[in-house]
Structure formats: structure tokens, C-alpha cells
């Protein structure tokens, strides 16, 4: 079986658990970019017990281990919203690999679940699950839960000629994306508790569960979806966020597009860059004062260019998959709302029924209990998507801010880098005969 | 009218250690030194240039620049007041009439180039069109730099008809031409294309002929590339306009973010719109390499000179040596080379002895002319090599101080290119934290 680790995972070494920074406290955010290495099963349940990290309130906190700096970074910003609330579930996607079987090659990933909640059997779990598992996950979420916003998976389906899925960035980028989504189900405060998300997060052999769910739930299944009826008046607040979500498409995909633009040009500019060192180095070969500054300028021209490979690939891995990921966001939303409108139309479609039958009859008669439930399911749609849109809008609020900064931070870490190289060759141009002037580009 | 030559100051965004005004200043400063030659009695300047029409040669209308050559005595200065200077126009092919007369006059001198005649290794931005104000300027400065250069050189700052083009505007053509130095011109033109093998050249001009040709090819070739890496540079800082724009459409429709996102949008302009202010003074590191790309004509044309001296002294050389080999052949009969002559005698008999007499008078005469000849061209090209040599080794100094210069300038631009680029996103950033 070949393993295939994901890019960003380094090791500092073996952490045992109670050294590992608590999200939630102050100070330990500011170490945010500590890197944890993913600890095995029996490391963890040592360290039940452990009294070093607990809440304010006394209780002690499971923390899941963080396989990579940016998942911690996921969890700080989920958690910055649930501020002062306990948090006793915690997941994380982690460790892809690979299995090559007679039938098919997929890829399985970890799944690790720290958990006080009654609703689970043990405090700890640790499974493997492929993508088709979260596929499965998420329909039955959908269908049990249809009044709530599931939180997107990434792309199902890959060209089999254009994308190589068993490449490190690919995998990673995806194991990225089941990680968000897994997380956001985890800290929706209805969602979290759903069954089949426990069976997901604990069940060593899924395939039986997914038999058995299917049975055991038919009875809920509602189709929302296919309601035939139409509607009369949709509330403004949700005809607003129809229109929201209309206009922040068309700006997704517009700043898609420009940051493809970008890596375009950058690529560009890179091949350019690559053709322009060499060309100093080649001038530096006919001179004899000034080959040492020529030297020097195409080195740091080479550093530059480094620099500049750094800087696009940073950009296509972080911060398109986000973009595209939020288009996927935005449909799931929509397709909600709509479901919302049939269950008003509904409602609308039976109670236009009842009033017209009531004039015919002569005794007043109660309105009949259909009415009733359908009534009280469009305020319980209401509701649920009123607290779920504020959910998304702080979320995505969350999302786009740590996007948008991560990508001014790749720009400023590239001119910072650029900058560097100018700056050590500075001297050698200034004064290549002089000995700090050597000493000083020897250091770089 | 164009203006003057005033550098505008560039925006400054945060902390730039150097504006563009300083750099300009800088770069001249350092290309030529105001207190040697000519520059020590006077200051010299293009100070403008201008779009004139008229009719040409032909008799066809022709739209054509002058540019305004300004001068004033130094001590004038000094005294506080600053008098307004002496001036006159001329257009560029007046200072090519100069150049050409230089070169010819002074062989043994590497001559300044003059700035491109046509914008030729050009990004896509600047247009190639003559007429076009940023390239008018940029030669206007190349031009400036000619002269300077032509002032502080310790030969041809003395010459008159460099004086005279300063300083008199009429009838200056008809001085030069006056010099006779037309028919040099053409005899060098036709000796610059003939083929000839020297024996014996002096090494230090081959390799420098060599070094002149390496120079030519790895120039333009830096200057091509570096014209599409502008190019490449030049799109991508436009696209991050984009941003702006769409920046500020989304944030009308939010209600929190709105107002982070409206100021981060602003900041991506300011760095989308730095780009132009940088690419025009990375045009004047161009420049820098261009001169001494086109220094490399003039190398190689002291190279052949010398080649043309050493082969005008082989040849005299040779003469010699076959004259005396005919009179040693004469004197002592023998016949050790082939000639028709001696075949002819051979078979029609001997000449007299009147006859042997007349040519042995005849050759001794031209074997003594002929070690004038030797002589001289030995005299000649020994000057030649010497103060040829002289003045190749003040030029790489100057190549090597000037070239120094330019990288440090580019290194400088390039710092304070990142400089900028690291405080507009750190700017951008904190907009974005506050969404």
C-alpha cells in the first residue's frame, strides 16, 4: 500500500497531548502556527484525565490533535463565534492513503473524533472513510434534516484525463475541503447531534450502517424538494437573501476568475524571470571587475523567481479551492430556500383548500390538524434557516476574512523574500573587493 | 512645446528610501564627472526639444525635433547670479555629422555613442514611434549625455568643431565639411569593409575585439529579455486592478464586510497603478546598458583601425623585404625567385650592362623610400597603439564605474519596488481584519 502524506505536514517531534495549545485560550492562539504531529490511538487515551487544559468553568476539554497548522487555524476561526460556549465535540480529516484493490484505487482518510458527549459510546474514535462515505453522510444529512443548510462537499466527479486524483495536491485540497465540511457539521448545534453523523464518526464497518439507516428512516423522508405547489408571497427577509445570494455568485465568480488571471500573468512573468538570471550570469562570464556584482544580481534574480513559484502555487492551493468551495456553499443554500418556498406553498395550497371547503359546510368545523402540520412545519423551516443563515453569514464573514488575508500575507511574504535578496547584494555590488562585502553574501 | 526636463515626484506610499527625482539626479551624476575637459570652463545641457516642420532635401514636407543645446561659462555662476545661457537648436542628424567627424579625426579614440536613432528593444507600453514625448525625452537625455561625454574627454574636448557646434548655430556644416574630412570618411567606410589578414596584431586588441563582440551579443540579449520580463511584470500588476473593482461591488451588498473590503479595494489600486511609476525607472537602467552596448561599435572600430595600420605596415614591410630581394638577385645574378623577367632573360639573353645599372639606381631608390615608408608606418602605428591604448584603458574604468552604477540603481529600485509592494498589501491586510 503506497501512503501519500499531505504537503503541509511536518513534524516537531512527539507532543504529548496536554503540551498542545488549547484553541480557545488567549494566549496559545498567538502560537497558531505550531505544527502537532497526528498522535496514534493509544497515545490519547493515556491522557484522559488530564487536568492541564480545562474551561473556565472547570470542566476539563478534549482537544483533538491538529495533523497540520491550517486546520488549527480552521478551528480557531470556527470557534471564534462559539465564544464562551462549551465545545464538546471535536473532528478532524486527516492521514490520506491510498488502497489499490483488484476492483478499484481509492483514497481513505482519517477521521478522529474527541467527543464528552452521552450521545457517543466512547470519548475517542478513529476511522477511515472515503469520499463516497461523506457523500453518503451528507444525502442522509439532507434528507433528515431538510430544513437545515449541509455545508458543501467538494467536487464529486474528476475528469479522469485532466485532474491526476492521486496527486499530493489534489488529495490535499480535498481532504482540506471534508475536513471544513465535517467541522461545520460538527458545530451546528442541530446537525452535530444528527444519528447518522454519529454513525459516521464511530462506526468501524459504515457499508452495514448504510443499509440500516436507509431502512430505519424511510418514514422521515419527506420530499421537500417536489412540492407542485406555487407560492404566493415569499416573506421579504427570505426574498432578500435570494437576492443576496444571486449577486455574491456573480462576485464569486468574478474574483475567480481574476485570481486565475493573476496566476496566469505570474506564471508568465515567472518563465521570463527564469530566461533574464541566466543572462547576468553569462554577461559576469566576459568581465573581470564587475563578475562578482553580475554573479550577484543573477543570484538574486534566481532567489526572486523561487520566490515567485512559491507565491502562485501558495495562491492555487489556498485560495481557489475556497472560492469554488463557497459557489458549492451558495447552491446548497439556495436549494434550501427553495425547499422553504414549497413547504410555504404548501401550506398556502392547503389552507386556500380549507377556507374554500369551510364556506361550504355549515357547522364551523376545526381546522383540520394536516393544516396545523404544515403550518408548524413552515415556522420550524423559518426559524431553523433564519439561525442557520446567521450561522453562514458569520461563517462566511469568518471564511472570506481569512482568505483575503491569507492572501495578502502570500503577496507580503513574496516581497519580503524578494526584498532579502536585494538587500544582501547590496554590499557585493557597493564594494565586491571588500571582505564584509564577501562575508556578507557568503551568509545568505 | 515639450517641458522641462523636471522630474515629477512619484507617490510616496510609506517609507521609499529614494524618488524618482533623486534617482534621475543620481544616475547622471554619477555617468560623468562635471570637473574634467570642457565641463571645467562650462556647463552644457539639452535642455529641451521640440517638433519643427519644414521641407527636406526633396523639397517634401517633413516633421522633424530639435532639441535645444544650452551653455554657460562656470564662473559666471559663481558669482550668484545666473545669467541666461547661450543657446541653439539642433536636430540629430547635425549630432551624428558631429559624431562622424570625430570618429574620423580621432581614430584612435572610443567615441560616445549617440542614443538610438529609432526606439528599437522597447516593451510593449512605450510605443516605437519616434514622435512619441517619452521617447523624445529619453533621447534627449542621451543626447545630454553625448555631449558630456564628449566634453570631459581629455582629446576631444579640445577639438574646434565640437566647440563650434555648441556654440555656433549657422554655418557650423559648412566648417566641417570645410575640414576636408569627407574623403577621410569614405576611405575609412571602404577600410572598415575590407578584408585583409594581419600577421601580427597586437594581442590586447584581438581579445579586446573579441571582448567588444561578447559584450554586443550578452547586451542585447539582456535587454530583450528584460524588456518581456516588463512586459509579464507590467500585466500583472494591472489585473490586480480588477480587484478594486469588484471589491467595491460586493461590499454594497454586505453589511459588515462592506466597509474593510471598500478600503482593502482601494489599496489593490494603488498597488495596480505603482506599476507604471516603476517600469519608467527601470527605462533608465535600459538606457544605461544601451550606451555601452552601443560603446561596443566604437571598440571595434579602433580595433580595425589598428588592424589597418598594422596591415599598412606589413605591407610596406614586404614591399621592402621583395625589393631587397630583387636587388640582392640583380647584384648577385642568381635568380633564386621566379620571375617572367628572368625567364625572358633567360632565353632572349642578358641585358646589358646599362640595363642592370638603370634598374639597380632604380631600386636602391625605392628600397630607401621604402624604409621611409617602414619608418613611418612603424611610427605610425606604435602612436597608434599607445594612445589608442591609453584611451581603451580610461574607457574600462569609466565601463566598469558607470556599469557598477547602474546595477546599484537597479538594485535600489528593485528594494524599493518590494518595499512597496510589502507595505500596500500590509495596508490591504489590515483592511481585510477589519472585515
New interface residues.
Given amino acids: 500500500m503506497s501512503t501519500v502524506t499531505p504537503k503541509s505536514l511536518a513534524s516537531s517531534g512527539q507532543k504529548p497531548i496536554q503540551e498542545i495549545c488549547h484553541p480557545l485560550g488567549a494566549e496559545e492562539a498567538a502560537s497558531a502556527g505550531v505544527l502537532t504531529p497526528s498522535p496514534d490511538v493509544g497515545n490519547t487515551t493515556s491522557s484522559i484525565g488530564e487536568k492541564d487544559l480545562s474551561l473556565p468553568n472547570g470542566t476539563p476539554v478534549e482537544t483533538s490533535s491538529p495533523a497540520s497548522s491550517s486546520s488549527l487555524l480552521n478551528r480557531l476561526q470556527l470557534d471564534d463565534d462559539l465564544d464562551g460556549e462549551t465545545r464538546d465535540l471535536f473532528v478532524t480529516v486527516d492521514d490520506p492513503r491510498k488502497h489499490v484493490s483488484t476492483m478499484e484505487t481509492y483514497i481513505t482518510y482519517r477521521v478522529a473524533t474527541k467527543t464528552t458527549r452521552v450521545e457517543f459510546d466512547l470519548p475517542e474514535y478513529s476511522v477511515r472513510r472515503r469520499y463516497q462515505d461523506f457523500d453518503w453522510l451528507r444525502s442522509r444529512l439532507e434528507d433528515s434534516q431538510p430544513t437545515h443548510l449541509i455545508p458543501p462537499l467538494p467536487e464529486k466527479f474528476v475528469m479522469k484525463g485532466v485532474v491526476d486524483r492521486f496527486s499530493e495536491e489534489f488529495v490535499e485540497t480535498r481532504r482540506k475541503a471534508l475536513d471544513k465540511f465535517l467541522k461545520r457539521v460538527a458545530d451546528h448545534p442541530v446537525l452535530s447531534f444528527n444519528e447518522h453523523l454519529n454513525a459516521f464518526l464511530s462506526a468501524k464497518d459504515l457499508n452495514k450502517r448504510q443499509g440500516l439507516a436507509l431502512l430505519t428512516k424511510m418514514g422521515e423522508s419527506v420530499k421537500y424538494v417536489t412540492g407542485g405547489y406555487k407560492l404566493r408571497a415569499r416573506p421579504m427577509e427570505f426574498a432578500a437573501m435570494g437576492d443576496y445570494l444571486d449577486m455574491f455568485t456573480q462576485k464569486l465568480g468574478t474574483i475567480d476568475r481574476i485570481a486565475q488571471r493573476i496566476i496566469k500573468e505570474q506564471s508568465e512573468y515567472l518563465v521570463e524571470l527564469r530566461e533574464y538570471a541566466p543572462v547576468y550570469t553569462t554577461w559576469a562570464a566576459s568581465e573581470a571587475a564587475l563578475q562578482e556584482p553580475l554573479e550577484g544580481v543573477a543570484g538574486c534574480l534566481a532567489s526572486c523567481s523561487g520566490a515567485l513559484d512559491e507565491l502562485t502555487e501558495d495562491m492555487s492551493e489556498d485560495f481557489l479551492p475556497v472560492l469554488r468551495e463557497y459557489v458549492l456553499y451558495v447552491e446548497s443554500m439556495k436549494s434550501v430556500l427553495k425547499k422553504r418556498d414549497n413547504v410555504q406553498a404548501e401550506y398556502e395550497a392547503k389552507l386556500e383548500a380549507v377556507a374554500f371547503r369551510k364556506e361550504e359546510r355549515t357547522t364551523a368545523a376545526a381546522v383540520p390538524t394536516d393544516v396545523e402540520k404544515c403550518q408548524d412545519r413552515v415556522e420550524c423551516f423559518n426559524a431553523d434557516l433564519k439561525a442557520d443563515w446567521d450561522r453562514w453569514q458569520n461563517n462566511k464573514r469568518q471564511d472570506f476574512r481569512q482568505l483575503l488575508t491569507g492572501m495578502a500575507d502570500h503577496n507580503i511574504h513574496y516581497y519580503e523574500k524578494c526584498l532579502a535578496a536585494w538587500e544582501s547584494v547590496m554590499p557585493l555590488l557597493q564594494d565586491p573587493q571588500s571582505p564584509e562585502a564577501r562575508s556578507d553574501s557568503e551568509k545568505d | 512645446m515639450m517641458a522641462d526636463s523636471a522630474p515629477e515626484e512619484i507617490a510616496v506610499i510609506g517609507n521609499i528610501d529614494i524618488t524618482s527625482a533623486e534617482l534621475k539626479n543620481n544616475i547622471r551624476n554619477t555617468m560623468v564627472e562635471i570637473d574634467k575637459g570642457l565641463l571645467r570652463k562650462m556647463e552644457i545641457s539639452v535642455a529641451e526639444a521640440e517638433k519643427r516642420t519644414g521641407k527636406n532635401a526633396v523639397n517634401m514636407q517633413e516633421t522633424y525635433t530639435v532639441y535645444l543645446i544650452e551653455t554657460r561659462p562656470v564662473d559666471t555662476i559663481t558669482e550668484g547670479v545666473t545669467p541666461a545661457p547661450d543657446s541653439l537648436w539642433r536636430r540629430y542628424s547635425e549630432f551624428e555629422l558631429l559624431r562622424n567627424y570625430l570618429l574620423v579625426t580621432y581614430p584612435f579614440v572610443v567615441v560616445a555613442p549617440l542614443p538610438e536613432k529609432r526606439a528599437e528593444i522597447v516593451w510593449h507600453k512605450l510605443s516605437a514611434d519616434n514622435m512619441d514625448p517619452d521617447f523624445v525625452e529619453r533621447r534627449r537625455v542621451g543626447l545630454e549625455n553625448f555631449l558630456l561625454r564628449v566634453a570631459c574627454h581629455p582629446v576631444l574636448c579640445n577639438d574646434k568643431i565640437f566647440y563650434m557646434f555648441l556654440t555656433e548655430e549657422k554655418g557650423w556644416k559648412e566648417m566641417v565639411y570645410d575640414t576636408g574630412f569627407q574623403a577621410k570618411a569614405d576611405s575609412r567606410l571602404k577600410a572598415m569593409n575590407a578584408a585583409f589578414r594581419v600577421k601580427n596584431p597586437d594581442k590586447r586588441f584581438t581579445e579586446l575585439k573579441h571582448?567588444s563582440d561578447?559584450?554586443q551579443t550578452?547586451?542585447s540579449?539582456?535587454l530583450r529579455?528584460?524588456a518581456?520580463?516588463a512586459?509579464?511584470?507590467y500585466?500583472?500588476y494591472k489585473?490586480?486592478g480588477?480587484?478594486g473593482r469588484?471589491f467595491s461591488?460586493?461590499s454594497a451588498?454586505e453589511k459588515?464586510?462592506g466597509d474593510?473590503l471598500q478600503s482593502?479595494g482601494h489599496h489593490v489600486d494603488v498597488y495596480a497603478a505603482s506599476v507604471d511609476d516603476i517600469l519608467e525607472e527601470e527605462e533608465h537602467y535600459a538606457d544605461q546598458l544601451k550606451e555601452y552596448l552601443f560603446y561596443t561599435d566604437a571598440l571595434r572600430a579602433v580595433c580595425r583601425k589598428h588592424e589597418l595600420t598594422q596591415f599598412e605596415l606589413e605591407t610596406a614591410a614586404q614591399d621592402l623585404a621583395s625589393k631587397k630581394q630583387q636587388k640582392e638577385e640583380l647584384v648577385t645574378g642568381t635568380v633564386r625567385t621566379f620571375s617572367l623577367k628572368g625567364m625572358t632573360s633567360k632565353l632572349f639573353g642578358q641585358e646589358t650592362a646599362e640595363q642592370r645599372e638603370a634598374k639597380l639606381q632604380a631600386l636602391e631608390q625605392q628600397i630607401e623610400e621604402g624604409e621611409e615608408a617602414v619608418k613611418e608606418k612603424n611610427k605610425e602605428s606604435d602612436d597608434f597603439v599607445k594612445t589608442a591604448w591609453e584611451d581603451i584603458e580610461c574607457f574600462k574604468e569609466q565601463k566598469?564605474r558607470d556599469?557598477?552604477e547602474a546595477?546599484?540603481s537597479?538594485?535600489i529600485m528593485?528594494?524599493s519596488m518590494?518595499?512597496k509592494?510589502?507595505q500596500v498589501?500590509?495596508n490591504?491586510?489590515e483592511c481585510?481584519?477589519k472585515?
Avoid: S
Wanted: one cysteine or more; a positive charge; glycine letters at 6%.
Fill in positions: 571582448y561578447e559584450l550578452v547586451l540579449q539582456l529579455v528584460r518581456r520580463v512586459d509579464r511584470l500585466g500583472v489585473v490586480h480588477n480587484y469588484v461591488e460586493w451588498i459588515e464586510m474593510g482593502a566598469d556599469l557598477k546595477l546599484i537597479y538594485a528593485q528594494i518590494c518595499k509592494g510589502i498589501w500590509t490591504a491586510k481585510f481584519n472585515m
